[in-house]
């Protein structure tokens, strides 16, 4: 049972929650893009190995960006911006190093209060969700896609976003083994020989998470870097844990809200701390000094960010889809060593399942370990010049996508296809969330939906297969409705002001 834990594996979890912190730490980079950066390293490290690395990662990135977020009010991460509502205001009145511990501690509490929701919830839900047939398993994937178009800013193009993921992962031959005849499909003319197999899912990820935020940032130039006398630590502040007296109930809701925001695919980070900040005002009895640098806002942010961790793996290991951007790279890792995530999964590979706990503990361990003691040297991590650092992250990039599938030309170019559309997408409202979930679980949606038909014979089946059915579709129409609702009172809204 505990064969995987090495001292590879756990140094691998420590190094990669000490490069997740680092990514946080610098705005502009997310723990997403750490994740697809390092990827391909994960090849040659073995499953276990490989998770090890890429849940340090994970953990690391998301409670790093509180760094930027407390000492210069700028989130690292779109998670950490309600940390920068109380967090930067008790920086500028000299209590930066406190803040960041108040920060780390409810990090610590919200990442392992998932990880017991992670352990208990996702083994009965895949317990469940064996019972599924085709058509439940087609359902369920149409509802991911559902609900995180109707989580979009823009419903309509939320929805066009996940069907052109779809799309675009369906180019490439229509294999006779998923019920198709066999031929080339959307496939320009000409790209017939590079394009058989579709685009390669890494190539993708990388570009889409990593490439694209750098040319996003390359946008906005070169600009001054921050000095270390910038940075409002607040050496003299000092942190006590009594200030935590009377915060239990605000902890346990915000990590929880935070775990069920992130069951819910492709909501992400930043609605989980804002839920939970929201929360922990209304029910304050010191609403007033909210935003005015309230020890208890920095708690319910930074709980209900790290609460998110284990709960987007919930639906990723049980059900198969991911839970959020930075869950569906890791379907990449799980890709490379030919394992399948879902209902089964936990049951066939309990090492692997065992191993993902383990390491989620470790990392959260780890995280809380490295920041507490050394959070005035992660602090000067904000201060390192970005123009220094891109061109070595996009050198990697490139590296990574050319070796993942043994050197092949063709990955580089699909690296660059994909980074610009993501750096496009931004411009156009397009959401990269749905898109990345369409684009990989559009083929596992087409073979549930062929095979239905030809199991059931008719579409009337997705309606009458079973109680679980119907009770999917009442999920379904649900999303669709209340987005609806909620988009037209903010347009209102708007008009109003």
């Keep these: 049972m505990i064969e995987f834990i090495t001292p590879m594996f756990l140094a691998l ?42 849940l340090g990662l994970y953990v690391g990135g998301i409670s790093g960006g509180l760094v930027p977020a407390i000492l210069l009010g700028i989130p690292g991460t779109p998670s950490s911006i309600t940390t920068t509502f109380d967090g930067f205001p008790m920086a500028k009145r000299g209590e930066g190093e ?42 369920i994937i149409l509802f991911a896609l559902t609900v995180m178009a109707a989580l979009s800013t823009d419903l309509l193009l939320g929805i066009f976003s996940g069907v052109l993921g779809v799309f675009v992962a369906l180019i490439g031959v229509y294999d006779i083994s998923d019920g198709g005849n066999g031929k080339h499909r959307l496939i320009p003319p000409g790209m017939e020989y590079w394009l058989d197999s579709g685009f390669s899912l890494l190539p993708v990820l990388i570009g889409l998470f990593g490439l694209a935020a750098i040319l996003d940032q390359a946008e906005l130039g070169v600009p001054k870097g921050h000095t270390a006398d910038e940075l409002k630590v607040g050496k003299q502040s000092r942190f006590k844990f009594s200030v935590f007296k009377g915060q239990g109930t605000n902890l ?47 708690i319910a942010s930074e709980s209900g960010n790290n609460g998110l961790t284990g709960g987007a793996l919930v639906p990723l290991l049980s059900l198969g889809i991911p839970g959020d ?37 470790i990392a ?28 070595i992250i996009l050198m990697m990039c490139v590296i990574g996508a050319y070796t993942i599938n043994y050197g092949i030309m063709f990955d580089v170019w699909t690296l660059l296809i994909f980074g610009v559309f993501g750096w496009l997408a931004t411009k156009l409202r397009l959401e990269i969330a749905p ?17 239905s038909l030809e ?9 009458t297969k079973s109680w679980i059915a119907g009770v999917l579709w009442v999920l379904i129409l649900g999303s669709l409705v209340g987005s609806t609702l909620l988009s037209r009172r903010a347009r209102n809204q708007d008009v109003s002001h």
């Design 13 to 54: 979890i420590v190094g990669g929650t000490t490069v997740g912190i680092i990514f946080g730490a610098i705005p502009g980079m997310t723990a997403t893009m750490a994740v697809a950066i390092c990827l391909p390293l994960t090849y040659s490290l073995g499953l276990e190995n490989g998770l090890a690395l890429l």
């Design 98 to 139: 406190a803040a960041l511990r108040i920060g780390i501690v409810a990090s610590l509490v919200g990442g392992l209060i998932s990880l017991f929701v992670l352990y208990l919830f996702a083994p009965t839900l895949a317990d469940f969700a064996i019972k599924f047939s085709y058509v439940e398993k087609f359902l």
């Design 252 to 298: 346990v809701r915000s990590s929880l809200i935070g775990t069920f925001v992130g069951i819910l695919p492709g909501v992400g980070g930043s609605a989980a701390s804002i839920l939970a900040y929201s929360n922990a005002k209304t029910f304050s009895k010191n609403a007033k000094n909210f935003g005015k640098g309230e020890p208890a806002g920095i």
């Design 325 to 361: 951007s930075t869950t569906a790279l890791l379907i990449g890792a799980f890709t490379l060593q030919g394992i399948q995530v879902g209902p089964l999964f936990i049951g066939n590979s309990p090492d692997t399942w065992n191993a993902i706990i383990f390491a989620m503990l």
């Design 364 to 391: 959260n361990i780890a995280m809380f370990v490295l920041m507490y003691f050394a959070i005035r040297y992660f602090a000067l991590v904000v201060t390192v010049p970005k123009h220094l650092l891109f061109p």
């Design 435 to 451: 898109f990345i979930i369409g684009f990989i679980l559009g083929p596992s949606a087409e073979v549930y939906f062929v095979k």
């Design 455 to 463: 199991s059931f014979g008719d579409l009337s089946i997705f309606f």
